[in-house]
């Protein structure tokens, strides 16, 4: 046999064979057995669960543009941030002319209100007694954040940042949790 035919006996045997390896394997795979389902909870076992409540987008967005809106009657330029009971942020619309820094704090103020299910406003009177507060990580106590509650619990958060006050702010952002219970 010339060198020209054992190289093609060589390839053609070792594709065979690797078909058949193939072939065995996949035959393997297809016999192993089925793999256990995931362990269903019973419903006894309810206790261990708990359910939230989250504000669906189109909500967190119609409470923002009512933020927004708020603001711009009165040519104010502000960044509207909503969070969800987690902080984290759903949605965030930075009106016209918003200044650079009003990003950030619309984001922490709506944190700050959720985390605390108070106002920021109010917030702020806490820092004379526990001045620390305001060294956790995220937060931000300046008027301006608003929780959105649901039986007197936190769902979600607003917060604006832009207007020449925290007052002002907080107003918007409240305008934003007003839109929600219309």
């Given at each position: 046999m010339n060198t020209r035919t054992r190289v093609l006996t060589?390839?053609?045997?070792?594709?065979a064979l690797?078909?058949?390896t193939f072939g065995a394997v996949s035959a393997s795979a297809s016999a192993a057995p089925a793999a256990k389902p995931a362990a269903v909870a019973k419903k006894s076992d309810s206790e261990n669960f708990?359910?939230?409540?989250?504000?669906?987008?189109e909500a967190a967005t119609k409470a923002a543009q009512a933020a927004l809106k708020a603001a711009q009657k009165e040519n104010q330029r502000v960044t509207?941030?909503?969070?969800?009971?987690?902080?984290?942020?759903?949605?965030?619309?930075?009106?016209?002319?918003?200044?650079?820094?009003?990003?950030e704090s619309a984001q922490r103020?709506?944190?700050?209100?959720?985390?605390?299910?108070?106002?920021?406003s109010v917030l702020v009177g806490r820092l004379a007694q526990t001045p620390n507060l305001k060294d956790i990580p995220g937060t931000l106590f300046l008027g301006g954040g608003a929780p959105?509650?649901?039986?007197?619990?936190?769902?979600?958060?607003?917060g604006v940042a832009g207007a020449p006050s925290g007052d002002l702010d907080e107003k918007y952002a409240k305008a934003g949790v007003e839109s929600l219970n219309g």
């Open positions: 060589g390839a053609a045997l070792a594709v690797g078909a058949g708990t359910t939230t409540t989250h504000l669906t987008i509207v941030a909503v969070v969800d009971r987690n902080g984290n942020t759903v949605v965030t619309l930075r009106g016209d002319g918003a200044g650079p820094q009003s990003y103020k709506a944190f700050t209100a959720v985390s605390w299910n108070a106002p920021t959105v509650q649901l039986n007197g619990a936190p769902i979600a958060g607003i």
